[in-house]
């Protein structure tokens, strides 16, 4: 209902965009006579038709249509010519005074445009639109209090300030006027537009900084009752900046000044919170106004009476709003008009506050209705209102007539019909009622009833997704928060373990995850007893691999709120079974969750070095081979990753207790830690800043550790002299007794040692890490005594110390010391005839990484030119180690001619040695030129005639044609191997000494056993195949029977299918479509196919072959 403003008649458009903040004083209607129109809620004021001109009918009949004039306007915003001066006092000295004198006042009038006829229609709801035109003019009427209170506080403030400033200058007689608050005000108001408008944008923010006690953007803030100044000329800053009253003055004496500055800032705070209790209350009317706004588009079906109107308004008759017709009219003008001088005077309760009391009073006050003016009788009237259909015999319509009163009713209302409601939403959507269940739950009266509340929620959902279980665990939360820890214990636990068995594995799930995250609201005592026996035994019970995730997460937030040291024995039992759980989900969060916790926890007590790590490697140390028994590599690995997940704490725990440790400061200038100082960790708990704190103090700690190491020395600090004289020895001796064919456990220790020397940093590995290994592997021909037992270069320390100590830096010199550590194992071993399963470990681990397969060449072209045939003999049979992982390139550049050196060497040995790389060679190299040249060379051991009495050299050519031929390209099998295999074994059976003979047969036996499970063409099959196995069979009837069998079995079983293959082609391409048909032919087809292990390429080549 905003009523038209008259007063913008004369305003531009302009003028209205500049002026944003005058709009409420010029919408203001204005009381005691003041111009303007009248309140809405008056259009009946009595016309002052005697009266001279109105200002705005003076505006009106001179001023030409469209332009503003200035005289006006001034006095239009000077809220003083519309106050009644009390006790006659003249109006304000600030009036604006235009040529002709002041402007005269006029009473208020009433016109056409300002009457609102709607008002007094039959059909308008007139009690709702009366109680917003009262709120509107409360509204109006504090605003104008304020405006009245501000010109009070500015005199008062003047006044007190010219009393001190006179007494200062009766002592300082030479001292002229010096400028006073609100002077300084209006200039920093006038100084801040000045440089908004200018663009000094930067400026402005600062000078609004420097003085945050003055609001920039409402010139009301300033505190003088004046209207606002022109704006600021950059010609005017030097000189006068506001009326010609602030005139230029020289400053007072620093103490004057600050005795002055805090007088006027104490002012100032009285006025702040006058002005903010004043601004409380209008945001409150307003708030009001809007909500009486929305009611009027929909009428209340009945209203109060005069009775209860009196008994909701006491203090004041002249309020009541009647709906009564017969009600006498009433001067609204002079009771709105009564009504707000009497607030505004008085000091009692904020309107707001009254109005809200007086609203609270009605709603429980009876309520009346109307009754019509009829004769029927009762019963009449309720047989007539039956046919209203109104139900309250039901529960829900028990509840529905039933209209609660109070927050007490409110939640009790909710606790009965909650259990109604929830199985009659759908699953889907049943997540949007948990806010209104936890909320009753907190607040209801009944035990009872929460406890079914709770049921409610933990039953809410069959079976709760990820993110439903999410919203559950937040409602659960907040509850906890909302109620304590005896209420949680008492009322949600019980909750938790009645769905420890649910047959739902989302429920199991919802309840290993409550616990965790009810964790730090539930009483200390029952973390360590209740809660966490339920989650030993969810772990050691429940089938689900998430349910027991969750557990061991849950488990680790408990370890990190544990407090009972008797129960850390628990927490190690709990942490090794957790460990071997068979999931992989598992142990990745008992790796990320609960070992940093729970080492935290033993970091507080004193027991990280002292009991859990040394208890690790004593499980390890029992788990070593002792005699017959071998190792169980998976226990291994399950202590072994638990002591690498106990690094960074480890490491944590030397530098909190350092002897620098006190002297770590955060400066400005501390170097920012390298990204790759620290090995990845596995989570966010394993991250050493987080466990130090932040990234800040971990750097500053670092530059004092590197620095303590490299120049001070390790002289009382017990933690790292505990790692460098106790951890590290035990762990090299332990990797002495490991077995070093076992690349799972080289590779497990190799990690091991390289997250510990990446951690530890690149001095401490070179200080303290390489001189113990160093001093155990004194490479030397002593030193690997195989039959003195003290063989250590057999043992897996060489390929741990390599591939997990002298790789953690990639530098120059670091490269340098690998390659000739292991030139020197090469050396060492094969002048000493010692077995090459340590140096083969450690070319199989670096191998993996192809950064390292430089560095591998340039070991064995080390060994290629190398003057001792021994050395020449372990650099070939190092090259078959290392073909497969090395592209192409490098195998036809470096590989490949080294080969085709050493096959051309004067020992024979050495060119032996190169049968096998040859053969991997043709197994995983795909370009023709490369296998050309390797069949050539292959094909000059097998042709040259100085090659006919070796028999070495053919062992090794059957063994190596036995391992690659069946994954060799079809085409060398069919036309090099297997023509091959049949000529040895022919040349075999007229071999004079039975031991070689043996030993050939058996190995052509190895060979044609793994090629018969390969597809070979009819061709083959009949000319070198079947009489192939028929010269081995003659070998076997004399030495090896047992062989015999299977060979017979094995000759008819390839006779049998060159006799179907030859029936196949007799009956042409429709019989063998047909056949194909058939399920036995293609149970055999299938067979045959699974047993091919060629890769795509070359199973391609098989169907392209002729049959």
């Given amino acids: 209902m905003a009523s038209v403003n008259p007063f913008n008649l004369s305003d531009s458009e302009e003028e209205t965009e500049r002026r944003p903040n005058e709009s409420v004083d010029k919408e203001r209607s204005p009381s005691h006579g003041a111009p303007g129109p009248p309140p809405p809620g008056n259009p009946f004021s009595s016309p002052a038709e005697a009266e001279p001109p109105t200002p705005l009918l003076s505006s009106n009949r001179t001023s030409p249509n469209g332009r503003e004039l200035p005289r006006l306007r001034d006095y239009f915003s000077n809220p003083g010519n519309f106050e009644r001066q009390q ?127 003055q609001d920039f953007e409402l010139w009301d803030d300033v505190g003088l009752n004046i209207p606002k100044p022109p704006a600021v000329d950059a010609s005017e800053l030097p000189g006068n900046c506001v009326a010609s009253e602030f005139s230029k003055k020289p400053g007072l004496s620093q103490q004057q000044q600050t005795e002055v500055v805090q007088e006027l800032e104490y002012q100032l705070g009285l006025l702040s919170s006058e002005k903010q209790s004043l601004a409380d209350q209008i945001k409150k009317l307003q708030s009001e106004i809007q909500t009486l706004k929305r009611t009027v588009s929909s009428p209340p079906p009945a209203t109060l009476d005069l009775s209860s109107q009196k008994s909701c308004h006491p203090s004041s008759s002249s309020n009541i709003i009647t709906s009564s017709t017969d009600s006498p009219s009433v001067d609204n003008s002079q009771t709105l008009e009564g009504r707000g001088v009497s607030e505004a005077g008085n000091g009692g309760d904020p309107p707001s506050k009254q109005k809200a009391s007086q609203l609270q009073s009605c709603n429980k006050t009876h309520v009346h209705f109307d009754q019509p003016n009829r004769k029927l009788s009762p019963a009449f009237q309720q047989a007539l209102l039956s046919f209203c259909r109104m139900c309250s015999d039901s529960r829900l319509g028990a509840e529905v007539s039933r209209i609660a009163d109070s927050e007490e009713s409110v939640m009790l209302m909710l606790g009965r019909c909650l259990p109604h409601i929830v199985p009659n939403v759908l699953l889907a959507k049943r997540e949007e009622l948990i806010p209104l269940i936890l909320c009753t739950a907190c607040l209801h009266p009944e035990p009872k009833e929460r406890d079914q509340l709770l049921h409610i929620l933990f039953n809410l959902i069959k079976r709760p997704d990820d993110e439903q279980r999410q919203m559950i665990l937040t409602g659960c939360v907040a509850f906890a928060r909302h109620v304590g820890p005896t209420r949680v214990e008492a009322e949600l636990l019980p909750q938790c373990w009645e769905q420890i068995n649910h047959k739902y594995p989302e429920r199991r799930l919802l309840v290993a995850e409550s616990c965790g995250a009810l964790a730090p609201y539930l009483p200390k005592e029952i973390r360590s007893s209740l809660v966490l026996s339920m989650l030993q035994q969810m772990l050691a019970e429940d089938k689900a691999d998430m349910v027991r995730e969750a557990v061991v997460k849950s488990l680790g937030i408990i370890m990190g709120y544990i407090d009972d040291a008797d129960k850390y024995p628990q927490g190690f039992e709990l942490m090794l079974l957790s460990l071997g759980d068979p999931s992989e989900r598992v142990v990745n969060a008992v790796h990320q969750v609960f070992i940093p916790a729970f080492s935290a926890w033993s970091t507080e007590l004193g027991n990280l070095h002292v009991a859990l790590i040394p208890s690790l490697l004593t499980r390890i140390e029992k788990l070593l081979p002792q005699g017959e028994h071998g190792l169980d590599e998976h226990k291994l690995h399950i202590f072994l990753s638990a002591l690498q997940s106990l690094i960074p704490p480890l490491f944590a725990l030397v530098l909190q207790n350092a002897p620098f440790t006190s002297r770590a400061t955060v400066h400005a200038d501390t170097p920012a830690i390298e990204v790759t100082r620290f090995p990845r960790p596995a989570s966010p708990l394993q991250d050493i800043a987080t466990i130090i704190g932040s990234r800040e103090v971990l750097s500053a700690l670092l530059q004092l550790y590197d620095h303590q190491l490299e120049l001070e020395g390790t002289t009382g600090w017990d933690s790292l002299l505990w790692v460098v004289n106790q951890l590290l020895p035990q762990l090299i001796e332990i990797v002495g007794r490991i077995n070093v064919t076992s690349s799972t456990c080289v590779h497990e220790f190799s990690r091991f040692f390289w997250r510990l020397c990446r951690t530890f940093g690149k001095i401490f590995t070179n200080t303290k890490v390489k001189p113990q290994f160093q001093e155990i592997l004194r490479l030397s021909e002593e030193n690997v005594d195989v039959s003195a037992g003290n063989g250590i270069l057999t043992k897996a320390t060489v390929p741990i110390y390599a591939t997990g100590v002298l790789t953690c830096y990639n530098q120059e010199e670091d490269r340098k010391l690998l390659v000739g550590f292991l030139e020197d194992v090469m050396t060492t071993l094969s002048l000493s005839h010692a077995p090459l399963d340590s140096l083969k ?84 190299v795909t370009q023709k030129e490369l296998q050309e040249r390797v069949k050539m060379q292959l094909a000059s051991f097998l042709e040259d005639p100085q090659y006919q009495d070796q028999h070495s050299l053919h062992i090794e050519i059957i063994r190596t044609f036995g391992r690659v031929g069946p994954n060799a390209e079809p085409r060398f099998r069919d036309e090099f191997v297997l023509p091959h295999l049949h000529k040895l074994a022919l040349a075999n059976n007229s071999h004079a000494v039975e031991s070689k003979r043996i030993d050939i047969a058996t190995q052509l036996f190895e060979a044609y056993s793994a090629l018969s499970c390969c597809f070979i063409s009819e061709e083959v099959m009949v000319n070198h195949f079947l009489p192939g196995l028929r010269c081995l069979h003659a070998d076997m009837e004399q030495l090896s029977p047992e062989h015999e069998v299977i060979l017979s079995s094995m000759i008819k079983e390839c006779e049998i299918k060159v006799e179907n293959r030859g029936m196949s082609d007799a009956q042409g391409s429709i019989s063998i479509a047909s056949s194909l048909v058939g399920e036995d032919a293609k149970t055999k087809f299938l067979s045959k196919m699974g047993q091919l292990t060629t890769s795509g390429a070359m199973l391609a080549n098989v169907f392209q072959r002729k049959k």
């Fill in 87 to 213: 006790g006659g006092t003249p109006p304000a000295k600030d009036q604006v005074l235009g040529p002709g004198g002041p402007l005269n006042r006029a009473g208020s009038i009433s016109t056409l445009d300002s009457l609102d006829f709607a008002r007094y229609s039959d059909d308008g709801n007139r009690e709702s639109d009366e109680r917003v035109a009262v709120l509107e003019f409360e509204l109006r009427k504090a605003k104008e209090t304020i405006q009245a209170l501000r010109a009070n506080l500015t005199q008062a403030a003047e006044s007190d300030v010219l009393s001190q400033e006179r007494k200062n200058l009766k002592s300082c007689p030479e001292i002229q006027e010096p400028i006073r608050q609100l002077e300084k005000r209006a200039l920093n108001f006038l100084v801040n537009e000045y440089l908004l408008k200018n663009g000094y944008k930067l400026s402005s923010i600062t000078f609004s900084d420097e003085n945050d006690d």
């Fill in 841 to 924: 470990a450690s070319f199989v681990e670096l191998g993996a990484n192809p950064a390292y397969h430089e560095l591998l060449l340039t070991v064995l072209w080390y060994g290629v030119v190398h003057t001792s045939a021994l050395v020449r003999c372990t650099a070939a049979r190092m090259f078959e180690l290392l073909v497969k992982g090395v592209n192409e390139t490098l195998v036809a550049q470096r590989v490949v001619p080294a080969l085709i050196t050493l096959s051309s060497d004067p020992e024979i040995s050495v060119r032996i040695s190169t049968i096998p790389a040859f053969g991997t060679i043709m197994e995983t």
